[in-house]
């Protein structure tokens, strides 16, 4: 069947540098994409969404991207802090609101 | 934003018996609500889409005998997990949205399953 995946299961940055989590995605119907990330123990909290219509969009220190010849995504995490420690998923909106995710990246930070 | 509660947080259970899971949107109505399961270090896996006033609908595999799902009302969806065994702890997380449309969902704290 068509899912979401991801690249990199783990990821160690340094505090203050940046940080680039990606995702391919196999459904080439999907239009709209987000980001998620999980703390431990707690459900997943919203990060950014796109929809397929736009290569690029910014948020507070995050910005995701689109690339939708070769079916990727990315997200891309500014100045990375402390805080910003947890699982990161992206996921593919199906039709009504169903919510596929992808595998997840864990981000490590490093004070 | 919105908020989705979820209720217990932690559950521990014995052997055979049966664990209801409530999942509410607090702050607005949610026509459809999905339910996840999540093992340690694992993705979300989803379960099943809960309708308001209809038949929930399962995805491939998950039986909709053992997991019962009953949304009553616009702000009410509830997982019943019966007969449980060991194999079925893991963590239940809910979403809930607004409409049929391509919106956001709001996720639910998670429900940490545990079967004895």
């Known amino acids: 069947g068509e899912s979401v995946g991801l690249h990199l299961p783990t990821l160690s940055v340094q505090e203050g540098d940046n940080s680039i989590i990606n995702c391919a995605y196999s459904?080439?119907?999907?239009?709209?994409f987000i980001w998620y990330k999980q703390e431990s123990g707690k459900g997943p909290q919203f990060i950014i969404d796109?929809?397929?219509?736009?290569d690029k969009r910014q948020g507070q220190r995050v910005t995701v991207l689109l690339n939708k010849t070769v079916k990727h995504l990315s997200l891309q995490i500014a100045a990375t802090q402390p805080g910003d420690s947890a699982v990161y998923f992206c996921?593919?909106?199906?039709?009504?609101?169903?919510?596929?995710f992808g595998p997840g990246t864990s981000l490590s930070v490093i004070p | 934003g919105a908020v989705v509660s979820q209720h217990p947080s932690r559950v521990i259970c014995k052997s055979g018996t049966s664990v209801k899971i409530e999942c509410r949107s607090l702050d607005f109505q949610a026509t459809t609500m999905f339910w996840y399961r999540q093992f340690p270090k694992k993705s979300l896996m989803l379960m099943a889409t809960?309708?308001?006033?209809?038949?929930?609908?399962?995805e491939q595999g998950v039986e909709k005998d053992k997991f019962l799902i009953n949304h009553a009302s616009l702000t009410l969806s509830t997982l019943t997990v019966t007969s449980a065994h060991p194999e079925d702890s893991s963590f239940y997380i809910c979403s809930a949205g607004t409409s049929g449309s391509q919106e956001t969902q709001y996720f639910g704290p998670g429900t940490r399953l545990l079967v004895l």
């Open positions: 796109i929809r397929s219509n736009m």
């Open positions: 809960s309708n308001e006033g209809s038949k929930a609908t399962y």
């Open positions: 459904n080439s119907a999907s239009d709209y």
């Open positions: 996921a593919e909106n199906f039709s009504y609101d169903k919510v596929i």
